[in-house]
């Protein structure tokens, strides 16, 4: 999931809950405190869960990423050894006809010798 992805499910989220409409929650007397705190958990520990959430779920997305990186420089490296090696056999085959062609015109010189 990439960050506009996540910015795009909030913003769906923050619409629709905007569109809803009001809900009547009962509440008891024991659920808020008269500063506003809720009583149980504590608002700070939660963001703080979520945040950890989120941190764990992009950190394990950047890691996703460098491993993709890493195996397509790989497969780069890969690629240009294979380059790397058709060059070498080309010029091993320029070479070996080379010897060919001057070994044919050598016979062809002494052909010409004895013919003549």
């Known amino acids: 999931m ?5 910015q795009g ?3 769906e989220e923050l619409e629709s809950y905007m569109n809803e409409e ?9 659920d808020v405190d008269a500063d506003g705190a809720e009583s149980g958990d504590d608002s700070e520990d939660v963001l703080r869960q979520i945040y950890d959430m989120l941190k764990d ?13 890493e195996a397509e420089e790989a497969d780069d490296m ?16 320029e070479s070996t006809t080379d010897v060919h062609t ?10 010409n010798i004895v013919k003549g």
């Open 2 to 6: 990439t960050l506009k992805e996540l």
């Open 9 to 11: 499910m909030i913003k």
């Open 22 to 30: 009001e809900v009547d929650v009962d509440v008891d007397a024991g």
């Open 57 to 69: 779920k992009f950190e394990d997305e950047g890691e996703a990423e460098e491993a993709e990186e």
């Open 78 to 93: 890969d690629e240009i050894d294979t380059m790397e090696e058709a060059k070498d056999e080309d010029q091993v085959e």
């Open 102 to 111: 001057q070994l044919q015109e050598r016979f062809k010189k002494l052909a």
